[in-house]
């Protein structure tokens, strides 16, 4: 179920947290973070807490602290603290006594308002107000107002601190190697830290709306600089302070003139007119973005809005250089890096709704690709294999060793940056969905080719031939379930390899008669020829398991001949992730028939007509009675898979865990931030799932299989170029789109085909009778 409470008011939508829940601090602030693609900035209460982690990033600011420490993205100094002294008396929320809180994030907009009811030591009521947003309309700007009111309607007086504080760090770790402060004017604060390759500057002004002025201090102390303002205020008037932060990095190459005349401008043109103007940028992603489903809960509508959300504010808008991190902008965990999710779950809903977006996110895996042919070279392959974990470069940043085992006092292996190969072909996958969708032969010419002959060349030269199969394998290696590791051709990753080195041979084939020059520039450059034969006999040969008598197909060599985890509901149901590792060790999981995230399904997902539809069928079914669902990533893949099969009791059942991953009760969970992909995946459900849209060889497939209560769903897709507008029920396919298309586009609806041009309404049947029972 959702923690928070959901509100609707006036084109609002908001989530909101009622009453002081120090126990969901750490979680809330990840929850209600206000991100904009470059800044994230968490939610933490602007008043001071015992218990909590408060943080701000910024997409790219990457540095490694020490040389035995691993890169991650940089905790920068704090704006969001306050320090407030009402007629004498410190207001603290965990000592003051307090008569009512409310924290509440309006997912429309990203804005997050903080209220407070406080009573003094001397019976007086006063109410704070704090509103805050990242704008999206100037990225660097952080945008805050600060009210103060007694409710008696006595005068009093208000004393407020705030500042930049540069002690931040990443759980104890400081990064800036040094930290300059200054003060321009008496009115803007501005603090620069120096990185290894890198700055980041803060810029602040605090200034008085409301009240009067009586005393305006400012103090420096150690990586700290801070400004004291105390005002007076009669009966009938509140104290209103705003605060403008501009925030950049060395490589966006404003000068201190410019910062100071933008901060200044900003902060003449106040609050409300600054967030208006980011409201204006929110309803045009919500315009392009946003859908519409009759028939569902407010709940629901908040957790869909919730990932949509989050997704526009952890994407790099702004540039290739950088990209989508398991946690996004909102807190520390897995230290900022990319993984695979980003192409495989986040990618396609940028894809299909901001495509020169997507563009920029392959952009930054081909500005990586020398780091990738290191990686390669270092484990003694040809081409490019791409990091398990990612920062600013191409280069592998996870840790080769992790935390001492306390009771052996070992360090334990990390054996994902070295063995999960699969996510050198999840790129060129992400890669080849970019190209079909929109034709740029331009990105394909200057960075593509390259990127899927690379990778080609890994698979290439990492498969090894088997007497007994007489076929090529893949071995020692581990998919995106990481309770079998060690293990040999692994079902996913053989046909991911194969999808790859397809693909690269294809775009080959084409390039040698569609444009020749290039061909020729690129055989010299990485000897075409001799590797398109090495692909042929590998693609002749790959081992790729099929399905057997029984119609299930092998996740690995061995994996059907282990026995089954007798107690498996036990961890199904318990709220404890990875509670089957208190009961059992890693070697003993490995054993056995249980899965973290089952990689069939998710094969079947990427590649929906891979099998006969009863084939797909059968998988889906067989594996989630194994999976156990201890990732984030689990519930979200198994719901877009029951949804596409028909079996809809279990599609919802998933899709309901999906939605709340970051929303539900437990308080112990996201508190490092809210889980990225798993918010891809709920879009992934909803459009390849739900409304059983897929493109694939330059036909529009649509299946719907939405939930009997659902009257319809409507969205919006760029296919092929155009934006179309889709509204879909279990019975008829509406598209439409504003211009006539140049070029027809195939459509399959059903059983049917169609030719769309600007309009198109069918009826179709649904090829298979929704399954209710679990076989």
């Not at 009067?212 to 103090?219: G, S």
């Not at 609050?271 to 204006?280: A, W």
């Not at 779950?345 to 952009?363: C, D, G, Q, V």
Request: charged content about 30%; glycine content about 6%; proline content about 3%.
């Amino acid at each position: 179920m959702i923690h928070y409470e959901t509100d609707r008011q006036e084109g609002r939508l908001w989530l909101k947290e009622s009453g002081f829940s120090p126990d969901f601090e750490l979680k809330t602030e990840s929850v209600f973070a206000q991100c904009n693609g470059y800044m994230g900035v968490r939610a933490a209460h602007p008043l001071s807490l015992v218990n909590e982690n408060r943080g701000m990033f910024l997409s790219g600011a990457f540095n490694r602290a020490y040389e035995d420490e691993v890169t991650e993205l940089v905790n920068c100094p704090d704006v969001t603290w306050m320090g407030l002294i009402v007629n004498g008396e410190e207001i603290c929320p965990d000592r003051t006594e307090l008569v009512s809180c409310e924290r509440k994030l309006d997912l429309m907009t990203g804005e997050l308002q903080i209220n407070y009811q406080f009573r003094l030591s001397l019976g007086r009521l006063i109410q704070i107000q704090n509103r805050r947003f990242a704008s999206r309309d100037d990225r660097h700007l952080f945008v805050q107002d600060f009210k103060v009111s007694f409710l008696d309607e006595k005068a009093g007086e208000i004393r407020l601190k705030t500042g930049i504080n540069g002690q931040e760090t990443n759980s104890g770790v400081s990064h800036f190697n040094k930290v300059d402060c200054r003060v321009y004017d008496r009115e803007r604060m501005e603090m620069r830290g120096e990185l290894k390759d890198n700055s980041v500057t803060v810029l602040t002004q605090c200034s008085v709306k409301s009240g009067t002025l009586r005393t305006k201090d400012f103090k420096l102390c150690r990586r700290g600089i801070y400004e004291s303002l105390t005002v007076a205020v009669d009966r009938k008037t509140e104290a209103v302070f705003e605060k403008i932060t501009y925030m950049n990095q060395m490589e966006d190459e404003e000068k201190q003139k410019e910062r100071e005349n933008i901060l200044a401008n900003a902060s003449k043109s106040g609050y409300d007119i600054l967030f208006q103007k980011h409201e204006r940028v929110m309803r045009d992603f919500w315009s392009r973005s946003g859908l519409k489903i009759e028939g569902i809960s407010q709940e629901e509508e908040a957790a869909i809005r919730f990932a949509q959300y989050h997704i526009q504010g952890m994407t790099p808008w702004h540039t290739d250089k950088s990209s989508i991190a398991a946690k996004g902008l909102t807190g520390e965990g897995y230290k900022g890096h990319v993984f695979w999710d980003t192409e495989i779950f986040l990618f396609p809903s940028l894809l299909y709704t901001y495509p020169e977006t997507a563009r920029n996110l392959l952009k930054f895996r081909y500005l990586g690709l020398e780091g990738a042919r290191k990686k390669a070279r270092d484990y003694g392959f040809a081409g490019a294999m791409f990091p398990w974990e990612a920062a600013k470069t191409g280069e592998e940043e996870t840790p080769l060793y992790a935390a001492l085992n306390i009771y052996t006092g070992k360090a334990n292996k990390v054996w994902s940056g070295i063995k999960e190969y699969h996510v050198t072909a999840d790129i060129v996958y992400a890669l080849n969905q970019y190209y079909e969708a929109t034709k740029d032969q331009e990105f394909m010419n200057q960075y593509g080719y390259e990127m899927a002959f690379e990778a080609a060349q890994f698979w290439a030269t990492c498969a090894r031939w088997d007497e007994k199969k007489e076929k090529f394998g893949i071995y020692d290696v581990i998919g995106p379930d990481e309770y079998t590791e060690h293990i040999d051709n692994n079902a996913y990753t053989n046909y991911m390899a194969a999808y790859c080195v397809k693909i690269a041979y294809a775009y080959a084939e084409d390039l040698k008669k569609q444009n020749p020059r290039l061909y020729m520039s690129m055989d010299r450059k990485f000897q075409l020829q001799r590797r398109m034969r090495d692909w042929e006999s590998f693609l002749k040969n790959i081992y790729l398991p099929s399905p057997g008598e029984d119609g299930i197909i092998p996740q690995d060599d061995t994996f059907l001949s282990k026995p089954c985890l007798e107690n498996i509901e036990k961890y199904k149901k318990s709220q404890i992730k990875q509670a089957v590792l208190l009961d059992y060790s890693r070697d003993e999981i490995v054993n056995m028939q249980v899965l973290k995230q089952a990689d069939v399904v998710m094969l079947l997902n990427l590649f929906p007509h891979l099998v006969g539809e009863e084939y797909v069928r059968k998988n889906v079914l067989f594996y989630e009675k194994r999976t156990i669902h201890d990732s984030s990533l689990s519930y979200c893949a198994h719901a877009q898979a029951c949804a596409v099969i028909g079996a809809m009791d279990l599609a919802e059942e998933f899709f309901d865990k999906c939605l709340v991953v970051d929303l539900d009760d437990n308080p112990y969970d996201s508190t490092d931030g809210i889980h990225s992909a798993s918010l891809g995946g709920i879009w992934n459900c909803l459009i390849f799932g739900f409304a059983g849209v897929h493109y694939e060889g330059d036909v529009l497939y649509i299946q719907p299989h939405i939930p009997d209560r659902w009257q319809s769903m409507e969205f919006q897709l760029t296919v092929a170029g155009q934006d179309i507008r889709f509204k879909v029920t279990n019975k008829t396919v509406e598209l439409h789109t504003e211009e006539l298309l140049s070029c027809p586009l195939r459509v399959k609806a059903g059983e049917q085909e169609y030719l769309f041009k600007d309009s198109l309404k069918a009826v179709i049947s649904l090829e298979m009778e929704r399954q209710k029972e679990v076989v």
